[in-house]
């Protein structure tokens, strides 16, 4: 396999355990154990760890090892600031580059989503939904700068899933009418009203993030 793609396939697999929390936040890591465990050798573990600390999921201690970093409550709050920044903006300002297609296709889904449907059963199809819906918005983006920046975004917020477990139906409901209210006013050219209601989603979205964190925190499966 050219050197390329095993750099891309070492970043690709210890991102995804550290993403999943297989190697949860606070793990100890070294060179030797990763080599092992993902059957490659030095040299494209080490170009992903180096990919891996620019994007604040490792840091590397010089003659302790590399530890797994922690997710913090400011960290939180730092995700939701640059999502208010970015999407609202890409809404007013690159609306008109959105897939119209695509719009309706999620129209279509959200408003025929209840609560017998796959996302109440299956949270990880709700994830995926969900990110696939914000990321359209943000890839109708030309600003290169800004879709790079978001993706760093992205993997922090999947990690914080994938700690925090579920999510509740009613959040699901309020999510999906949310989605609507956002999509609705895209499909009438509407900008300065569909980055208004992606604001307001945005402040909901926040504020039932940090009841899970302190809910989580006052029983003790999360910890910050």
């Not at 975004?153 to 209210?181: C, P, W």
């Not at 307001?200 to 910050?224: A, P, R, V």
Request: glycine share 4%; aromatic share 12%.
């Amino acid at each position: 396999m050219p050197k390329t793609n095993l750099k891309t396939l070492a970043y690709n697999k210890i991102r995804q355990k550290i993403v999943t929390c297989e190697y949860a936040p606070g793990t100890f890591l070294n060179e030797e154990i990763l080599t092992e465990a993902l059957g490659l050798s030095r040299t494209p573990i080490r170009d992903a760890l180096g990919r891996l600390e620019q994007e604040g999921l490792i840091e590397i201690r010089p003659k302790r090892g590399i530890i797994v970093k922690s997710l913090t409550v400011s960290d939180i709050n730092m995700i939701f600031e640059v999502r208010n920044m970015y999407e609202p903006y890409i809404l007013k300002n690159y609306g008109s580059l959105l897939p119209v297609e695509r719009l309706h296709g999620f129209y279509d889904i959200f408003l025929h989503t209840d609560s017998n449907s796959e996302c109440f059963k299956n949270n990880d199809y709700f994830y995926e939904l969900d990110s696939d819906f914000h990321l359209m918005i943000v890839r109708s983006c030309p600003n290169v700068y800004i879709q790079n920046n978001y993706s760093l975004i992205l993997t922090q917020n999947a990690r914080f899933r994938y700690m925090t477990g579920n999510v509740s139906n009613n959040r699901l409901e309020d999510t999906f009418k949310e989605h609507l209210d956002i999509i609705r006013p895209c499909l009438q050219k509407n900008w300065d009203e569909a980055a208004e209601k992606m604001l307001y989603h945005l402040k909901e979205s926040k504020k039932s993030t940090f009841q899970l964190i302190f809910d989580g925190m006052d029983n003790g499966t999360i910890k910050f």
